[in-house]
C-alpha cells in the first residue's frame, strides 16, 4: 500500500490539468485535481471561450450594417448587452460542467478549493482545512491579468472582469497593446463603445512581425478606435462622472470606464512552492526542463504557469508528454517550435513560424519575402476599407518555407492548415505546385510573387 494518498495530485483544472488528471486515472493512477475556481481553466472560464463569443458579438453590428448593400434590409437594429452576456456564461457554466464530469467519469477526485504546498509531498487545501499527500504533483494553475501598481489602480477593471459588466459604457480607455488589449478594442469598438487604446509602446502586437503590427494598427482604426502610442498611465482619479487616467506626458484622458489589459503573469503568489523546493523566475514562473519537471523531480508543471508558450492546445500537449515521461516510461518532451496561433482582432490575424526580423537574424540574405494585399470580395461590395495582408518567407536554396503571416477574414482557420506546411518543412515550390481554390481568399497564399 502506498504511503501517500494520491499517486498524482493536479493543482488546477485547465485545459492541462484536466487532460493529465484524466488519462492519468484511465491509466489505473489514484488522482485527485483541486481548482479554486471552475473546471475548464482560463480558456472556458474567462478567455478563449468567451472572448471568442464577444467577437463574434461585435461583427454581428457590422454585418448588419454593411448587408443593405447585398439587399437585405433591417429595421430596429437593437443590441443587448446583457442578454450576450448572460448567453456567454450559460455555455461557460456548461462547458464547466463537461469538464468537472470528464474527471468525475475518468475515476479522478475533483476538490472544488484552492490547493497550497505543506512541504514536497503535501498540499493544504484553504477551505476545508485539509492536508493531502502525493507520490507526484503537477502544477497547472495558468495565469492572471497583471497591472502596474499606479496610483488609483484599484478602479480599474482587468479581462476576467470584463466578461461579467453589469452594463456597458458610453467610452472606454483600454491600456495594453497585445493581443488581449487589442482584442477587447476591438470587441467594444463593435459594440458601439467610444473606445480608446493606449499603449507605451510605437505600434500594437509587440512580437509579432512588424507588417502585420502595421496593418493591425490599420484596422483598429477602421474599426474606429482611437489608438493613441507612447503613453504610460501614472495615476487613474476617480470623478463624479466616471475616471481621469493620466500619462507620464501629462496627457490626460477622460472615460467611463477604464480596462488595464498590460498583461499576465503564472498564477503562483502564495502557492507555497517554496515549501516543496520548486523554484520561480523572476516573473513567478515555474521553472522546468524540455520534460516539464521542475527543481523538485516529483514536481511537475505544464501549461501557462510555465510562461514557455501561453496556448491551451500547448498545455494539453505538454500535459500528455508528461504522461508519457511520468507513466509510459518514454521521457517526452514537447517541441515547442512553429506552433500556429491566432489574434482575434477584427478582422483576426493567423501566424506561424518566423518573423521577417527572425529570420533575417538567422538566414541573413538566405531568405526571400512573398507578400500580398488586397480587400477581400465581401468587403468590396460592403464598401469597407479592410484589407486582407499574407506574407510568407522562405529560406535557402530550396526556399524552405519558415513563417507565414495573415491578416484577414479566416486567418485563424487558414493557418491551422498553413501550420501542418511550416512544421512539415515544405517549399514555395510545394505550395507553388498547389492548385488554388477560387474565389477564396486562401487561394492568394499559393499564388505570392517574390516582395520586392
Not at 483541486?34 to 454581428?60: D, Q
Not at 437593437?78 to 456548461?94: H, K, P
Not at 501614472?234 to 493620466?246: A, D, H, L, P, R
Request: aromatic share 8%; with cysteine.
Amino acid at each position: 500500500m502506498s504511503k501517500y494518498d494520491f499517486d498524482l495530485f493536479v493543482i488546477g483544472a485547465g485545459s492541462g490539468g484536466v487532460r493529465a488528471g484524466r488519462v492519468a486515472a484511465q491509466l489505473g493512477k489514484k488522482v485527485a485535481v483541486a481548482e479554486e475556481s471552475k473546471p475548464g481553466g482560463t480558456c472556458v472560464v474567462r478567455g478563449c471561450v468567451p472572448k471568442k463569443y464577444l467577437v463574434y458579438g461585435a461583427e454581428f453590428g457590422a454585418a448588419i450594417r454593411s448587408s443593405h448593400k447585398y439587399g437585405w434590409s433591417v429595421d430596429n437594429v437593437n443590441f443587448d448587452w446583457g442578454s450576450l452576456r448572460d448567453s456567454i456564461q450559460t455555455e461557460v457554466n456548461r462547458l464547466s460542467g463537461i469538464y468537472a464530469g470528464i474527471l468525475e467519469r475518468s475515476g479522478a477526485t475533483l476538490f472544488s478549493e484552492r490547493a497550497e504546498f505543506v512541504d514536497p509531498h503535501t498540499v493544504h487545501l484553504t477551505t476545508s482545512g485539509k492536508e493531502i499527500s502525493a507520490k507526484n504533483i503537477l502544477i497547472s494553475v495558468g495565469g492572471r491579468p497583471w497591472s502596474p501598481s499606479i496610483k488609483g489602480f484599484e478602479h480599474a477593471i482587468d479581462s476576467d472582469e470584463a466578461f461579467l459588466l453589469g452594463a456597458l459604457p458610453e467610452s472606454i480607455l483600454i491600456v495594453g497593446g497585445g493581443y488581449i488589449a487589442s482584442e477587447f478594442a476591438g470587441i467594444f469598438a463593435g459594440m458601439g463603445v467610444k473606445t480608446i487604446q493606449a499603449y507605451r509602446g510605437d505600434a500594437l502586437l509587440n512580437g509579432f512581425d512588424t507588417d502585420v503590427r502595421d496593418m493591425a494598427g490599420k484596422h483598429q482604426k477602421l474599426l474606429g478606435i482611437d489608438t493613441r502610442f507612447s503613453l504610460s498611465p501614472n495615476e487613474i482619479k476617480k470623478t463624479k462622472g466616471g475616471y481621469i487616467v493620466s500619462f507620464d506626458d501629462d496627457t490626460k484622458i477622460r472615460t467611463d470606464l477604464v480596462f488595464m489589459a498590460t498583461g499576465r503573469k503564472p498564477h503562483t503568489k502564495d502557492l507555497g512552492l517554496e515549501n516543496a523546493g520548486v523554484k520561480v523566475d523572476k516573473n513567478g514562473a515555474v521553472i522546468v526542463d524540455e520534460y516539464s519537471r521542475s527543481s523538485a523531480k516529483h514536481i511537475f508543471a505544464v501549461g501557462d504557469v510555465t510562461n514557455r508558450v501561453n496556448l491551451t492546445p500547448v498545455a494539453i500537449r505538454e500535459a500528455m508528454a508528461f504522461i508519457q515521461t511520468l507513466y509510459g516510461d518514454t521521457p517526452t518532451a514537447y517541441d515547442h517550435n512553429d506552433i500556429a496561433s491566432a489574434v482575434f482582432t477584427i478582422p483576426p490575424i493567423g501566424v506561424v513560424g518566423m518573423t521577417e526580423a527572425q529570420a533575417r537574424s538567422e538566414h541573413g540574405d538566405k531568405i526571400k519575402v512573398y507578400t500580398t494585399s488586397f480587400r477581400p470580395m465581401k468587403n468590396i461590395l460592403a464598401e469597407k476599407e479592410q484589407r486582407c495582408f499574407m506574407k510568407l518567407i522562405t529560406a535557402g536554396r530550396k526556399e524552405t518555407v519558415i513563417g507565414i503571416h495573415i491578416v484577414g477574414d479566416d486567418s485563424p482557420e487558414i493557418i491551422q492548415a498553413l501550420g501542418i506546411c511550416v512544421k512539415a518543412g515544405l517549399t514555395k515550390l510545394d505550395f507553388d505546385r498547389t492548385c488554388a481554390v477560387h474565389p477564396t481568399i486562401a487561394e492568394e497564399i499559393v499564388t505570392l510573387k517574390a516582395h520586392t
